[in-house]
């Protein structure tokens, strides 16, 4: 079992950046996919960005080019730079993690966006 534990949520003005950290209780090299989802109110849960255990990259349509999602399988940790962040960024943000006959996820952290 891996527990994961999000953090670095809060509260940031439009335009502003934050950098959430998805922190695994053991190491997640075995883990070859890891996934941040968010959920804002009233809506589905959707996928935001993604990063196999070779490093590669998946962003949705709306945060190409504002998001950056990184691993450090030496610090089981990923992250997810979060730059010129909009209003409708706003969302609890959930890491999830997949391996082979099991899928883990965090208990997610709120982003919210406002001025």
């Known amino acids: 079992q891996v527990q994961l534990v999000e953090s670095g949520g809060g509260l940031v003005q439009p335009g502003g950046s934050l950098r959430l950290s998805c922190a695994a209780s053991k190491s997640i090299s075995s883990i070859y996919i890891m996934t941040w989802y968010r959920q804002a109110p009233g809506k589905q849960r959707e996928v935001v960005a993604t990063i196999t255990s070779s490093g590669s990259t998946n962003y949705a349509d709306s945060v190409k080019g504002r998001f950056t999602n990184s691993r450090d399988n030496t610090k089981n940790t990923v992250y997810l730079q979060m730059n010129l962040l909009k209003p409708e960024d706003t969302a609890i943000y959930y890491c999830?993690?997949?391996?082979?006959?099991?899928?883990?996820w965090g208990q997610g952290t709120q982003v919210t966006v406002s001025s």
């Open positions: 999830n993690g997949v391996r082979i006959g099991a899928s883990y």
